[in-house]
């Protein structure tokens, strides 16, 4: 579905940075050159922001069996927010991301956050988090917007050589 230039207009995206490696300044680029407004915030201002937004739209890296979601690290902490201040959080993925085994969540080097930290100081660099089925009013995919689920049910029949 592509939006009507009108329909941009209307349209205001909070992106937040996506630390350590700020992969939403991408994502800023890229909807901003489709003519939607972008306010570019800091993770750690989120919540400010999610008390303003009309729906919380998030990625996922993977959708498991169980109807969790998982995406960049933070995108957990996002949805329990947007849930407790009642605030829909949507996933938007293609129905391939299904995965009906266990996934690990990556670790990343501690040079991601801090080069040359100091030699005491613990570094863990999470590359994902998890998204609670509970948190999660639909997956917007090729199947439709489906309850997760619904999502997990519909995906598994489709690619049903995925175990």
Same mark, same amino acid.
């Given at each position: 579905?592509?939006? =009507? =230039? ?26 901003? @050159? ?16 999610? *008390? @303003?937004? $009309? ?12 109807? $969790?979601?998982? /995406? *960049? ?6 949805? &329990?927010?947007?849930? &407790? ?8 993925? /293609?129905?391939? *991301? ?5 996934? &690990? ?19 863990? /660099?999470?590359?994902? =988090? ?16 489906? @309850?997760?689920? $619904? ?5 598994? *029949? ?6």
């Amino acid at each position: 579905m592509e939006l =009507s =230039s009108q329909e941009n207009k209307n349209l205001i995206v909070y992106s937040t940075e996506t630390r350590p490696l700020f992969q939403g300044r991408k994502t800023a680029k890229e909807l901003n @050159k489709a003519g939607i407004k972008v306010i570019e915030i800091v993770d750690s201002a989120a919540l400010e922001y999610i *008390k @303003k937004a $009309d729906i919380i739209l998030l990625g996922a890296d993977a959708i498991l069996k169980n109807g $969790d979601v998982l /995406n *960049k690290i933070g995108s957990g902490m996002y949805a &329990e927010l947007a849930f &407790e201040h009642k605030i829909p959080v949507y996933i938007a993925s /293609n129905s391939l *991301k299904i995965s009906l085994k266990n996934v &690990e969540i990556e670790k990343r080097t501690f040079e991601e956050v801090w080069k040359s930290k100091p030699k005491d100081i613990q570094i863990d /660099n999470f590359a994902f =988090s998890l998204i609670k089925e509970k948190y999660i009013k639909g997956i917007i995919s090729d199947l439709g917007v489906l @309850k997760p689920k $619904d999502f997990v049910k519909k995906a598994s *029949k489709k690619y049903f050589w995925i175990k």
